[in-house]
C-alpha cells in the first residue's frame, strides 16, 4: 500500500525496539469484549486506477451537469473562478498545514489570515472580522448567542422570516437546548421585513435581517438599524451574497452591530454546499465576546512585523465551558481563498462585478415581467429576484432543463402559499443569449 | 546540528496586500457586460469597499511568497499530538475538485444530483461500519461540531423520556471543546480527575453517577494516548443510571479494526475525517465532524441524511425528533468526497494496517525517547506518546524551548502543554505515513535537543532562527490587539 | 516562576486564599492581587473589571484577569459595594506585573469590616504559600 511505508523487517525491526512480538500484544490494553469481531465490511481496496473509474461512474450520475447554465441561488452561488485561485490555493504549504500555533513556521497562513480579516472588514464595514466560521448558517447562531451574551440579561431574539430557511433551522438547533427563545419578525408585501411588531419590545437582545434576503431583496438596514436601536437591542445584519457589498452600502455602514454571512460567493465552487466559510464581523467594543479564532499584528524578538493567533482566552481551549464558543476550528483554505479572490478582484474589479450581476438579473426580471409573469415584490433587489407564474410554467421549465438551463427554485417548499413563485438567480456567468432563451421559452 | 533535514534557505519578503497595488490594476478576468444597465436606487449604494487593485502576478507571487513562510505534512515530520497529522493523498483532491461534483449546486431536486447524494450515502455506510455504530450523519463542519450535534443528541434523547439533566461527567484530559460543546447545551460538566494510571476508573465513575447527570464523555483512546481499559464497565454504569456515553473519536486512528465503538457501550461517536481520514487540514479547516450513533438513537441525528430506496437515493423527510439542521446545506461536502476516496483506496484490511503501524510508531517512539525526555506513563500507548520538560527544569529549559529547536531542525514541533494533566506536556503522534528511517533521524534529533539544553541552552532559548521571523511577541499581540490592517 | 523567598508581600496588608490582597484606607477597602499570584499568571494581557456600583459578596467573583494562555477568576476578599476600579487598568495591563501594589484593581466599601480581620497576615500567607 503506497500510503504506508513499513517493509516486513522494519516491523520485526521495531517489534524487537519495543519489546512485543506482535501486533497482538502492542494493542494489549484494549480488552477482548471491546474488539471489533471479524473484518469491517468495506470494498475490496482499489488503485488509484479503479478508483478513477468508480469516481468516474458516480459523477456521471449527475444529471444536472457543469455543462448546464443554473439559475439558482438561494445560498449557493455560480461565479466565474479564476484559474490562479486553485493553482495556488492547492499549493500543499498551505493545504497540507494544521492551524498555525507554532507561528514563526506559519507566517503564511497567518498573514494570509491577517489580510483576510481586514478585507473582510472592509467589505462589511465593520471594525473587526475573525478568521472564518464553518458558514453562513452557524454564523448567524453564533452571532445572535452572542447578542444575547452582550445584553446580559435578555433571554430573546427574534429574526426576520425572509432569512434563508436553512440559516433559520440551524438558528433554531442551536437555541433549542438553551433557555433562549427565538421569534419571527414577517415578511411585508413589498419583500421587505416587517419591522412594526418591534415597537415596545424591550425584551429583544438582537434582532438578525438578511440583506439581500433570501428573496434577492435589499432590506432598509439603515432603518432597520435605527428601529432595533430604539429598542435597545443589537442589529445582527446576515448574508449569502457577499458581492453584493461591491454595489451596495455595507451592513456596517448601514449601522449593523454583527455582520455574518456565507463567504461561498468569493472564489469557491458550489461543491453541493460545502465547504465555504461563514464570514463574521463585529463593532470593536464587542470584540471579547466574539467566536471565533483572530489574528493579530505583533513583532518578533528583533522588532521585526509578524502575526499570531490572538486573544485566544475568548476561546474553548483555555476557557473551556466558559469560552464564547465551542469552535476550535475555521474553515482555513477556503478563507485564504476568499482572501485571494478578493485580492484578485480589487476594489475597482469588485464594483465592476458587482454591477454586471446586478444589471444581468435586472435584464432578466424585465424580460419576465414583459411576459407577463409578475414580480413578487416591489422592493429593490440585487442578483436574486421572485417571479410568479401562470400554471404553464411547468412545461417551460421542462423545456428549459433539456436545453441546459435550470430555470429556478420553486418556492412553494419553504414557504407555504408561495405556489407557482419561484427564486431566481443570475450571475456574471450567465450569457444574454442564455436569459433570451427562459424569456422565449416563458412565452410560448 | 545538521542530523534533521532543516538548513536554511532564501527567504523571500511580501508585504501586506495593501502595501502593494496601483488603481486601476486587475487580477481576474471580467466579461464584458452584454446587456444594458439597469436603473438603480442611488440611496442603496455605497462606495464599494477599498481594496488594493493589483495584476494577476502581484498576487500569484504574493500568495506563492506566503506558501514559502510555511509549514506542511509535505514539507516534512509533523508529530503534533492528537491532530493525526498524515499524509493527504493527492488523488483525493482531484475527486473532489472535478468539474461535476464542484458545480453541484445543493438546492436542486434529488433526481439531479444522484451522484453527490450516493456519495453522502455510501460515507454514512462506510462510517458506521467503520466505528461499529448504526446510523451516520455527515452534516457536522468540524469535530466540535460533530460534539455539538452529539451533546444535542443527548439532551434531545433525555427530553424525549421527559427528565432534563444538568450535569456531564468529563475526564480532565478531555479536549476544550468538550466542556465547551457541553455547555451549550446547558450541562455543567463535573471534572473527573485521572486515576493513577491515566485513564478512568470504574469507581469514581460510580461515585460521580446519578440520575441528573446526562451521561460522560470520553475520549478513547484518550489524550495520554492511552486506551480506556475500563471502558466497557464505566458505560455500564452510565446506562444504568440512564445516562449516555458520548465517545469523542478524535483518536480514532489508533484503533480502526480493532476497537468496535458500540461493544465499549459507546451510544454517539463523532470522527474527525481530517486527522483518521486523510483529509488535509488547510492551515485550519475545513474539516468535518460526522456523528454516528446507535439505532436507538438515529432518530435524532441532524437532518436531512440521504436514503436508498434500491433505485433512487434521496434526502430524507423531516424526522420530528431529529435535533435539526447542522449546517446550511451537507456540511463541508468536498471534504466527505476526499473521506470516501480514501476509505474505498485502504479497504478494510489497509485500514486496520494504519492503526497497526500508527501505534507501532508511537510505541517505538516511546521507547527510545523515555531515558531521554520524561515519560508521563510509562504504559503501552496507542498512537501517541505524552512526554514532558521535567528531566530539563534543572537547566531553565522548557517545553517551548524544546518545541522551538526541533523547528530548527525541520520539524513541526509536538502538541505542546496538553493534555493540562501533565505539566509541560509534549505530546507525540508520529502518524503511520512515518517510516523506520524518518523515525530514526527523528529521534536522534530529539536526543541531540536534550544534549543541547545541558550544554548549550541558549541554542534552545534563542530558537527559532531559520524562519522569516524568531519568536514572536503574543503578550504585546493580546494586550494591544492589531486584527485589522 | 519566583522563590517563594524572593516574593514582594509588605506587612501592612491582608491576603485572602485566593491570592487577593486587602488595605483599609479610611473607610474603604483597595483590593489586588498579589506578588505571588501576578508572577503565577504571567504577563497579564487584560483585566475585566466590574461596574461601580455592583455589589458582591465576599468569596464571590468579581472580573478577571487575562495573560496569553490562561484565565484566572478574581474574588472579593471582603463583601461590599465597589466604589471605584481602577481605569487605568484598561489600557495597561501591565501595571499589575510592574507592581502588583501599586496596581490596584478595586475599592470596595465593605459591608462588614470584621471581614477585613479574618483574613490572613503575611504570616499566614507565606504559611498558605508554603503549603501550596
Not at chain 1, 70 to 97: C, D, K, N, W
Not at chain 1, 301 to 324: M, P
Request: net charge negative; hydrophobic share 40%; glycine share 10%.
Amino acid at each position: 500500500m503506497r500510503y504506508l511505508p513499513h517493509t516486513d523487517a522494519d516491523i520485526k525491526t521495531m517489534f524487537k525496539a519495543i519489546g512485543v512480538k506482535d501486533f497482538e500484544e502492542l494493542f494489549r490494553t484494549v480488552p477482548e469484549h471491546c474488539r471489533y469481531s471479524g473484518t469491517m465490511n468495506l470494498p475490496e481496496p482499489k488503485t488509484e486506477w479503479e478508483l478513477n473509474d468508480h469516481m468516474s461512474a458516480i459523477r456521471s450520475l449527475m444529471t444536472v451537469t457543469p455543462d448546464h447554465t443554473v439559475l439558482i441561488g438561494a445560498g449557493r452561488y455560480q461565479h466565474h473562478i479564476p484559474s490562479t485561485i486553485p493553482a495556488v490555493m492547492s499549493r500543499s504549504e498551505f493545504l497540507t498545514a494544521y492551524t498555525p500555533y507554532q507561528p514563526e513556521m506559519a507566517q503564511g497562513t497567518l498573514q494570509g489570515l491577517f489580510e483576510y480579516q481586514t478585507l473582510t472588514a472592509r467589505l462589511l464595514g465593520v471594525d473587526v472580522a475573525n478568521a472564518s466560521m464553518y458558514d453562513g448558517a452557524s454564523a448567524l447562531a453564533e452571532a445572535l448567542l452572542m447578542g444575547i451574551r452582550i445584553s446580559r440579561k435578555k433571554k430573546r431574539v427574534a429574526v426576520s422570516t425572509a432569512i434563508h430557511p436553512h440559516y433559520r433551522a440551524v438558528v433554531d438547533t442551536y437555541f433549542r437546548p438553551t433557555e433562549f427563545e427565538v421569534v419571527e419578525l414577517p415578511c411585508g408585501e413589498n419583500g421587505r421585513t416587517d419591522l412594526s411588531s418591534l415597537k415596545g419590545r424591550d425584551d429583544l437582545a438582537a434582532v438578525a435581517l438578511q440583506s439581500p434576503n433570501f428573496f434577492g431583496v435589499v432590506e432598509d438596514l439603515e432603518a432597520a438599524a435605527a428601529a432595533i436601536h430604539d429598542i435597545d437591542g443589537l442589529c445582527v445584519a446576515c448574508f449569502s451574497e457577499p458581492l453584493a457589498f461591491g454595489l451596495l452600502k455595507s451592513p456596517g455602514a448601514c449601522g449593523a452591530d454583527i455582520v455574518c454571512g456565507e463567504g461561498q460567493s468569493l472564489g469557491i465552487a458550489p461543491s453541493f454546499g460545502g465547504p465555504g466559510l461563514g464570514m463574521f464581523g463585529c463593532r470593536q467594543q464587542f470584540v471579547r465576546n466574539m467566536p471565533g479564532r483572530l489574528v493579530g499584528e505583533t513583532t518578533d524578538l528583533d522588532g521585526k512585523r509578524g502575526y499570531v493567533l490572538t486573544l485566544s482566552t475568548r476561546e474553548q481551549h483555555i476557557r473551556r465551558e466558559k469560552a464564547t464558543s465551542n469552535i476550535c476550528s475555521n474553515q482555513g483554505i477556503c478563507t485564504l481563498t476568499a482572501a485571494m479572490y478578493m485580492a484578485s478582484l480589487g476594489g475597482t474589479g469588485l464594483r465592476k462585478l458587482a454591477r454586471l450581476n446586478y444589471d444581468k438579473a435586472e435584464y432578466l426580471r424585465q424580460g419576465l415581467q414583459d411576459t407577463g409573469a409578475a414580480c413578487s415584490f416591489s422592493a429593490p433587489t440585487f442578483n436574486e429576484f421572485v417571479v410568479e407564474f401562470g400554471d404553464d410554467f411547468g412545461p417551460a421549465r421542462k423545456r428549459l432543463l433539456e436545453q441546459g438551463i435550470v430555470a429556478g427554485l420553486e418556492l412553494r417548499k419553504f414557504y407555504p402559499g408561495f405556489e407557482n413563485r419561484y427564486l431566481f438567480c443570475v450571475t456574471e456567468t450567465a450569457s444574454k443569449e442564455t436569459l433570451d432563451r427562459v424569456i422565449r421559452e416563458v412565452k410560448k | 546540528m545538521n542530523i534533521g533535514p532543516g538548513r536554511s534557505g532564501l527567504i523571500m519578503d511580501e508585504p501586506l496586500l495593501w502595501e502593494k497595488g496601483r488603481a486601476g490594476r486587475n487580477g481576474m478576468s471580467i466579461p464584458e457586460s452584454d446587456v444594458p444597465s439597469a436603473a438603480i436606487d442611488g440611496r442603496l449604494c455605497g462606495a464599494g469597499p477599498d481594496f488594493p487593485d493589483l495584476s494577476e502576478i502581484d498576487v500569484v507571487r504574493h500568495y506563492t511568497r506566503l506558501s514559502l513562510w510555511n509549514f506542511g505534512v509535505d514539507t516534512g515530520m509533523y508529530p503534533l499530538g492528537s491532530c493525526t497529522m498524515k499524509y493527504n493523498p493527492k488523488i483525493n483532491e482531484k475527486h473532489a475538485g472535478a468539474p461535476e461534483i464542484a458545480a453541484a449546486h445543493p438546492m436542486l431536486d434529488d433526481e439531479y444530483c444522484q451522484g453527490t447524494l450516493k456519495i453522502i450515502y455510501d460515507l454514512q455506510n462506510y462510517l458506521a461500519e467503520i466505528t461499529g455504530l448504526d446510523a451516520v450523519s455527515v452534516q457536522p463542519a468540524a469535530g466540535a461540531h460533530g460534539e455539538l450535534a452529539g451533546m444535542l443528541i443527548f439532551e434531545a434523547y433525555h427530553q424525549s423520556r421527559g427528565r432534563k439533566r444538568t450535569k456531564i461527567l468529563m475526564p480532565d484530559t478531555a479536549h476544550g471543546t468538550n466542556p465547551a460543546s457541553a455547555a451549550l447545551c446547558g450541562y455543567t460538566p463535573v471534572p473527573i480527575k485521572s486515576g493513577a494510571r491515566g485513564i478512568l476508573e470504574v469507581g469514581q465513575i460510580r461515585d460521580l453517577m446519578d440520575e441528573e447527570t446526562a451521561g460522560i464523555m470520553v475520549t478513547n483512546p484518550n489524550t495520554l494516548g492511552l486506551f480506556e481499559e475500563n471502558i466497557r464497565e464505566i458505560a455500564d454504569i452510565v446506562h444504568a443510571k440512564g445516562g449516555l456515553v458520548y465517545g469523542d473519536g478524535a483518536n480514532m486512528n489508533a484503533v480502526m479494526g480493532i476497537a468496535d465503538m458500540k461493544k465499549c457501550g459507546v451510544d454517539v461517536l463523532h470522527l474527525n475525517l481530517h486527522k483518521t481520514f486523510s483529509t488535509p487540514h488547510g492551515g485550519g479547516g475545513p474539516g468535518a465532524g460526522p456523528v454516528c450513533v446507535t439505532e436507538e438513537l438515529a432518530r435524532f441525528l441532524p437532518s436531512p441524511r440521504v436514503e436508498f430506496d434500491g433505485t433512487a437515493y434521496r434526502l430524507e423527510k423531516e424526522r420530528p425528533e431529529s435535533v435539526g439542521r447542522m449546517h446550511c446545506f451537507h456540511g463541508n461536502f468536498g471534504v466527505l468526497v476526499k473521506a470516501l476516496c480514501y476509505i474505498l483506496t485502504m479497504g478494510a484490511e489497509n485500514l486496520k494496517k494504519v492503526s497497526q503501524r500508527a501505534v507501532l510508531n508511537a510505541s517505538y517512539i516511546k521507547q527510545r525517547l523515555k531515558g531521554h525526555l520524561h515519560l508521563a506513563y510509562d504504559r503501552p500507548c496507542m498512537h501517541e506518546a505524552v512526554f514532558s520538560d521535567r528531566k530539563q527544569q534543572e537547566f531553565k529549559v522548557t517545553t517551548l524551548d524544546i518545541a522551538k529547536r526541533l523547528m530548527d531542525c525541520g520539524y513541526h514541533p509536538p502538541t505542546i502543554y496538553f493534555p493540562l494533566v501533565v505539566p509541560g506536556a509534549i505530546m507525540i503522534e508520529p502518524t503511520e505515513s512515518e517510516c523506520l528511517e524518518d523515525l530514526d533521524t527523528f529521534i536522534d534529533v530529539v536526543k541531540q535537543i536534550v544534549r543541547e539544553a545541558e550544554t548549550e541552552p541558549e541554542l534552545l532559548k534563542r530558537a527559532p532562527t531559520r524562519f522569516k521571523v524568531k519568536r514572536l511577541d503574543e503578550t504585546a499581540a493580546a494586550r494591544r490587539p492589531c486584527l485589522c490592517g | 516562576m519566583k522563590e517563594i523567598k524572593d516574593l514582594n508581600l509588605p506587612d501592612e496588608i491582608r491576603y485572602s486564599k485566593d491570592h487577593e490582597w486587602a488595605k483599609v484606607d479610611g473607610d474603604i477597602v483597595r483590593v489586588g492581587i498579589s506578588d505571588y499570584a501576578q508572577d503565577a499568571l504571567g504577563d497579564i494581557v487584560f483585566v475585566e473589571l466590574p461596574e461601580v456600583g455592583a455589589v458582591f459578596k465576599a468569596g464571590e467573583e468579581f472580573g478577571t484577569l487575562e495573560s496569553v494562555k490562561a484565565v484566572s477568576e478574581l474574588y472579593l476578599p471582603v463583601g461590599g459595594e465597589i466604589v471605584a476600579v481602577n481605569m487605568e487598568l484598561e489600557d495597561s495591563p501591565e501595571l499589575i506585573n510592574d507592581n502588583p501594589y501599586t496596581g490596584w484593581i478595586i475599592e470596595v466599601k465593605p459591608g462588614d469590616i470584621g471581614e477585613f480581620d479574618q483574613l490572613l497576615d503575611r504570616h499566614a500567607y507565606l504559611e498558605l504559600l508554603k503549603a501550596e
